[in-house]
């Protein structure tokens, strides 16, 4: 049976200015009614939609959900700018902070006359939100006009695991309400798009198509990425650099323990101050990349400023690996910022055809696609060739197939810090994989991406950032 939209009533009635006591008198009804609903306490006879659809001259099915395609649909044709891979914010969670913080913001800045706003969380948001700090940051961002919070635990049924409603009232009526998609790295999709989608600004969306082309123009990755991008796409990777070292630089000095009550120390200062009497080259060399990977994933537990690569939660990865790189070679910022394009294609590509979300397909999603742009950047780094570099990534994203989202008390700590360190370690190692194998390569990246999201899809529920299962259930 088609489910009755409750939101159709409202959306006619605020389009056509009626008001809830005018609809009521046309209809014969109270006006209380009207207000159930329009609110889906209740639902209206036959007679009445039928006296509705007359009223607001449209077909009665209008007030009916349409079937839906059960997954959001954010695969367009090419891709967006990859200044989107690194979006500048507050942590724990690019989906769970800096998502629900855009989608607030924009719905605020659309109701200027609102004195009071509602927002109600669903699936993963709802179930690990409070860990993740959602509700501080919906709050702050209403602020100072209050905001009600509800979480819906009970609700399965959505177009997406990070789904909100958010609503509107002024003097304690409805004047607006849409329901957000938080997608994954801070993205979101209204419902209906009533806002501009991102400009597509790449023709291609796959990585063999753009590898063909590069090797047909005779250019490396990053100067396609720079070709279709623009100078905007380089200032803006500076900016995100000078910010990616500033969080490694922060997390270094800082001592004491992470906020969230699983009264967790901050190690990255003891990791890199750390030295075996008879440290081996190699050894110092995991030390230290590690405790770069450690100061920004705990800058990222914080509530600091990170840079997402592609998330927050797996942002210590790519930065890690490019800061020790430049450290021990001297690498210019204009050389990180060609790696770091060619990264933000990886991602990209990953966001395009797959998913960069834990909700959606698990820490694969996220700790894999950033081990992947890591693998990507090194190799450009190193001068590789387009096919060395594709290994390079593709290495990195197969090894993290699998992988599950299950952060203890939904919080972005264990085994969120961790992580990172190991992927990043984990990316060095698909580079030199790679610089010496790639020629014996049986599968492409393109082939894991698909596997990827195929594989997040099986993954059953309580392993996408729900924290209902696996490490989750662990009682500290
Ligand atoms: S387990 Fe992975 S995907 Fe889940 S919150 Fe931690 S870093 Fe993100």
């Not at 969670?93 to 927002?119: D, R």
């Not at 997390?251 to 009550?261: A, V």
């Not at 001068?383 to 197969?398: C, F, Q, R, T, V």
Request: net charge neutral.
């Amino acid at each position: 049976m088609e489910k009755f939209r409750s939101q159709a009533i409202k959306e006619l009635r605020i389009q056509n200015k009626i008001s809830q006591k005018t609809l009521s008198e046309n209809l014969g009804i109270s006006n209380r009614a009207v207000s159930k609903w329009e609110n889906g306490l209740s639902q209206p006879s036959a007679k009445h939609i039928y006296c509705l659809s007359k009223i607001f001259n449209v077909p009665m099915d209008y007030f009916y959900e349409k079937p839906k395609n059960k997954s959001v649909n954010k695969a367009p044709k090419g891709m967006t700018s990859i200044t989107e891979i690194y979006k500048i914010g507050r942590g724990p969670s690019s989906s769970h902070t800096i998502g629900p913080e855009k989608a607030c913001k924009i719905f605020k800045e659309n109701n200027h006359a609102a004195n009071l706003f509602k927002v109600i969380l669903y699936g993963s948001l709802a179930k690990t939100g409070k860990g993740h700090g959602t509700d501080t940051v919906i709050k702050k961002t209403f602020s100072p006009i209050t905001c009600d919070i509800e979480f819906n635990f009970v609700d399965a049924d959505l177009p997406h695991p990070n789904t909100m409603q958010l609503i509107a009232y002024k003097n304690d009526l409805e004047i607006d309400r849409i329901r957000v998609f938080s997608v994954g790295g801070g993205n979101i999709v209204f419902e209906n798009a009533t806002v501009a989608p991102s400009k597509i600004i790449y023709q291609h969306n796959k990585f063999t198509d753009i590898a063909a082309y590069c090797k047909d123009k005779r250019i490396k990755l990053w100067e396609y990425v720079e070709a279709n991008e623009g100078d905007t796409c380089r200032r803006y990777l500076r900016k995100a650099w000078s910010m990616m070292k500033e969080s490694i630089e922060t997390g270094l000095e800082s001592d004491g323990t992470l906020p969230g009550g699983l009264e967790l120390q901050k190690k990255a200062k003891t990791l890199y101050n750390s030295q075996h009497i008879d440290e081996s080259p190699e050894t110092r060399e995991n030390r230290i990349v590690c405790s770069y990977a450690f100061a920004v994933s705990e800058q990222n537990a914080s509530g600091e400023t990170i840079v997402t690569a592609p998330t927050c939660g797996a942002a210590g990865v790519l930065p890690a690996v490019l800061y020790y790189q430049q450290q021990k070679n001297n690498f210019s910022d204009d050389q990180i910022i060609h790696a770091l394009m060619t990264a933000g294609l990886i991602g990209n590509l990953i966001k395009t055809n797959a998913s960069i979300s834990g909700a959606e397909c698990g820490c694969q999603a996220e700790i894999g696609s950033a081990c992947a742009m890591a693998a990507a950047a090194l190799a450009e780094l190193f001068g590789l060739s387009i096919d060395k570099i594709e290994y390079a990534a593709e290495i990195a994203i197969e090894h993290h197939l699998g992988l599950t989202c299950d952060p203890i008390c939904g919080l972005v700590q264990i085994p969120c810090i961790e992580r990172n360190a190991v992927a990043a370690m984990r990316a060095i190692n698909a580079v030199n994989l790679s610089s010496f194998l790639w020629s014996t390569r049986k599968i492409s990246l393109d082939n894991v991406i698909q596997t990827m999201k195929e594989t997040g899809h099986d993954l059953s529920s309580p392993y996408k950032e729900t924290s209902e299962a696996g490490l989750a259930k662990i009682k500290i």
